[in-house]
């Protein structure tokens, strides 16, 4: 049997196979609320086999939001259209996970599609804040530094949302740690300036994760997973690094955290990243080595048989695919099929499954 096909159990669920749906911006909401573009967004990658399926990044608060047309969850009304979701989900034998967000410095932006530059007040933006009044890059808004009072506050939504998450019937939450954004903007002494307990040594910078880790606790099962996004590495000199992340990781696992998805960069500007097929793997596999904890890899992985070494060599215990999953949304069905292996197909669409002789 394939090796990508075997279940795995976390908690209380169990995975139907290793193959997850990474969150993916879509920049498609209206006021933070979901619509039938992420019904049917989410929706097709359970039907296509998808162990997981996975929110974009899903804002905390509405300053956290990466652009105006972000996903949101700071608030009770958005919960009845992602319960519709959810459903849908399920139904289909997949399990629903929203990865909960704050942008930090980089919030208040356009979208891609509209050049991804900063929106200003005047244009009807907002005021970015961030561990450390220090812009992403030159041209992006000066974020301001936050109060010890406000990063209770913002502690305090990140708890709300996790509530919200499980209300709306979501069974996994993910933490977003990486990219730039505010958590990640925490960890890294790049973005990270500041002298009291939340800036300068390693125990310090991680405290506003880990007071995340045991708000959110308060309010979600303990049956169910807890997974943090982190850029292993911000791939620039005196920025973070595996070793830290090896740390982080080892810390983590005794705070209850089952899955560490192991992605990179995005902290720093203009540095170099060697991007090529699976060159952040060597993460996902360092950081299980040497912690013990759950990986999940993440990275220009986009065939069957790359997914299927990466489970059978043990480098990684989850596959995070985003967009090879754009331009296949039954990605897992097609791998079963090139592996060789039985997957779950909608009874709806039986009739066209292909088998080897």
């Not at 976390?10 to 006021?31: A, G």
């Not at 919200?164 to 979501?170: D, I, Q, S, V």
């Not at 308060?218 to 070793?243: C, H, M, Q, Y």
């Not at 992340?245 to 080892?250: C, D, E, F, K, W």
Request: hydrophobic share 45%.
């Amino acid at each position: 049997m394939a090796q990508l096909f075997s279940p795995l159990k976390i908690k209380s669920l169990e995975l139907r196979n290793r193959i997850v749906v990474s969150p993916m911006c879509q920049y498609s909401s209206t006021d933070g609320f979901a619509n039938d573009w992420h019904l049917v967004h989410l929706g097709s990658f359970a039907v296509g086999g998808a162990a997981v399926a996975f929110t974009e990044a899903t804002a905390v608060s509405p300053e956290g939001r990466i652009s105006p047309a972000d996903l949101g969850i700071w608030k009770d009304e958005h919960i009845e259209f992602l319960q519709r979701i959810t459903t849908f989900i399920k139904a289909q034998g997949a399990i629903p996970g929203m990865q909960l967000a704050h942008a930090g410095r980089k919030a208040s932006t356009q979208p891609p599609w509209l050049g991804n530059g900063p929106i200003t007040l005047a244009e009807g933006g907002w005021q970015p804040v961030a561990p450390s009044a220090v812009a992403y890059k030159e041209g992006q808004l000066v974020p301001t530094e936050l109060t010890v009072e406000e990063i209770a506050a913002l502690v305090n939504q990140f708890k709300l949302a996790a509530k919200r998450a499980l209300t709306a019937g979501f069974e996994i939450i993910e933490l977003h740690g990486a990219h730039g954004y505010l958590i990640n903007e925490f960890l890294s002494p790049i973005s990270n300036h500041r002298t009291d307990q939340y800036g300068g040594s390693f125990e310090n910078r991680i405290r506003f994760l880990l007071e995340i880790i045991e708000s959110i606790k308060k309010v979600w099962p303990e049956n169910l997973p807890v997974f943090v996004r982190i850029s292993a590495t911000d791939w620039a000199e005196r920025g973070w690094t595996e070793n830290d992340s090896v740390q982080l990781a080892n810390i983590l696992k005794t705070k209850g955290v089952d899955l560490m998805d192991c992605s990179s960069g995005g902290n720093a500007a203009n540095v170099k990243i060697p991007v090529k097929p699976l060159y952040q793997l060597s993460f996902a596999t360092g950081i299980k080595k040497a912690s013990g904890i759950l990986t999940g890899a993440v990275g220009l992985i986009t065939t069957a048989q790359e997914a299927e070494n990466i489970i059978a060599n043990s480098e990684a215990d989850l596959v995070f695919l985003a967009r090879e999953f754009l331009r296949d949304p039954h990605f897992p069905l097609r791998a079963a099929f090139e592996l060789n292996a039985e997957a779950q197909w909608p009874r709806q669409y039986e009739r066209a499954k292909k088998k080897r002789n």
